[in-house]
């Protein structure tokens, strides 16, 4: 962590540092993403479980990856409003290295008990829980540092993605009551997909809606309308994927009804945004993460009611997953970070095709045909896709430094209005203080 250590002179740590680290994780995730393909095409992984393999990725993708990533970015846009964003930065830090420190723990053990001092330890669980720590840290930090701001659209939905970051831990602890008690698998799999639900379409979703919004403004009703659906289906929509053993009756139906609505807010707070008359050339990079974020809302409660074909069972959860959390997070991430970093903004058209390549195998795993071994094979080679744009990021960054140069491309050129754009958005915001 020798780079996260603070500038010199200065007393917060750097963040351009920390966003080197936060680009690591990304690339050891999506690694570990590739090396669970390669097990699923026969590839020996020594010692390690596929299991095991699949939660090390998913948990340094959410815990390394985006959480610190959206934390970083809030606190640059709050730093417009509020100034002294300090302690946010500090617990994005925190909560980087927390994501790092559970990952080794995680692919070696997963969940089960480790012995440590000749007792057995859920060892992978306390680690992770130092995450919880972090995120209340940042929470507390956030809420102080826009207290007495007025609330416009981007900082109510980051108020309400910071009420299920703190919400996510509580479905995860669920998982232990559930367990002790002996509830049916309807309470002990609902609880871990509270989490999964809450983190993602909570957390990460209305964090990245609430940049976007920072970035485009939009239709004030229509976006208000979309956040009232999702915060209201939410608490239920999550449930969707949860084992039907011994599920009470009638859920079924409310659930069914609560991803509808959460579709629908969904929808509707890209379509407040997506006006015909973009304000400027930078704001169509948007369009790519709204437009993901806009098929997720729409394919997910086609697939959760069976209208369609192709999509039942855990492939499909795995590509809506990542329709959401690659496709629409972490490009929307990208598309922020983009506005204030040249070697980002550079490699955006490249991700876009990795991104769309990844996600195209994973609709033809829901078929028949992706799980043939050739198949398999191209699912293995997609994987990759990302993980190689994120590493030419990296190795752009280190040539470029941090700041944005001059445009020498479209993409260039947009993403350098759209730091223009997003520092009016902030100083217009400020004037509303
Ligand atoms: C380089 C890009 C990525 C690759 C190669 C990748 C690969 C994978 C693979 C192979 C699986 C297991 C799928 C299966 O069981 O068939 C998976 C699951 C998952 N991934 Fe990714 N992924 C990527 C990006 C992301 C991102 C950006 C996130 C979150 C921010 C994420 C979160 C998850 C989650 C939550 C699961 C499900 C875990 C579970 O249900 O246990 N992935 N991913």
């Known amino acids: 962590m020798r780079q996260i250590r603070r500038a010199r002179g200065s007393t917060r740590p750097s963040p351009d540092a920390a966003w080197s680290w936060v680009f690591a994780a990304f690339v050891l995730a999506g690694l570990t993403g590739v090396a669970f393909r390669l097990g699923m095409v026969g590839a020996s992984l020594g010692p390690l479980e596929l299991g095991d393999v699949r939660h090390a990725h998913s948990h340094l993708m959410f815990f390394g ?11 640059h846009r709050v730093q417009a409003l509020a100034g002294d964003v300090d302690s946010m930065r500090r617990a994005a830090v925190w909560a980087l290295a927390a994501g790092l420190t559970a990952y080794p723990v995680f692919l070696l053990s997963g969940y089960q008990t480790v012995a440590v001092l000749g007792r057995q330890v859920p060892l992978s669980v306390l680690v992770a829980s130092l995450n919880g720590v972090a995120w209340v840290v940042f929470a507390v930090a956030y809420r102080r540092a826009t207290r007495g701001v007025v609330r416009h659209r981007a900082l109510r939905l980051w108020d309400a993605a910071v009420v299920f970051l703190l919400l996510a831990p509580v479905g995860a602890m669920g998982r232990g009551v559930a367990d002790a008690t002996g509830a049916d698998l309807f309470w002990s799999s609902s609880a871990i997909h509270a989490f999964l639900g809450w983190f993602a379409d909570g957390w990460l979703l209305l964090g990245v809606l609430g940049l976007a919004w920072h970035s485009l403004g939009g239709i004030e009703w229509m976006a208000r309308l979309g956040q009232r659906l999702l915060v209201a289906g939410l608490p239920l929509s999550v449930l969707a994927w949860s084992s039907t053993e011994g599920r009470p009756a009638g859920v079924g139906v409310l659930v069914a ?177």
């Open 257 to 433: 009804g609560a991803v509808v609505v959460v579709g629908v807010g969904v929808v509707l707070l890209v379509a407040s945004m997506l006006r015909p008359r973009m304000p400027g050339l930078a704001q169509t990079l948007w369009v790519v993460p709204l437009a993901a974020l806009a098929l997720r809302g729409v394919s997910e409660p086609l697939g959760v009611l069976g209208l369609e074909a192709s999509a039942t069972g855990d492939a499909a959860r795995v590509l809506y997953l990542h329709l959401l959390l690659l496709g629409g997070v972490s490009t929307g991430l990208l598309t922020a970070l983009a506005g204030k970093e040249a070697a980002v903004a550079r490699r955006m058209r490249a991700w876009w095709i990795a991104v769309a390549i990844m996600l195209a195998s994973l609709v033809l795993l829901t078929s028949p045909a992706g799980q043939s071994l050739a198949g398999r094979w191209l699912a293995v080679v997609a994987a990759a896709g990302p993980v190689a744009v994120v590493v030419l990021i990296v190795i752009s960054r280190r040539r470029v430094g941090g700041e944005s140069g001059g445009p020498a491309s479209p993409v260039r050129a947009a993403t350098a209005d759209h730091a223009r754009d997003d520092l009016l958005v902030s100083g217009a915001s400020q004037g509303a203080r």
């Open 65 to 75: 990856w985006a959480a610190p990533a959206l934390m970083l970015l809030i606190a």
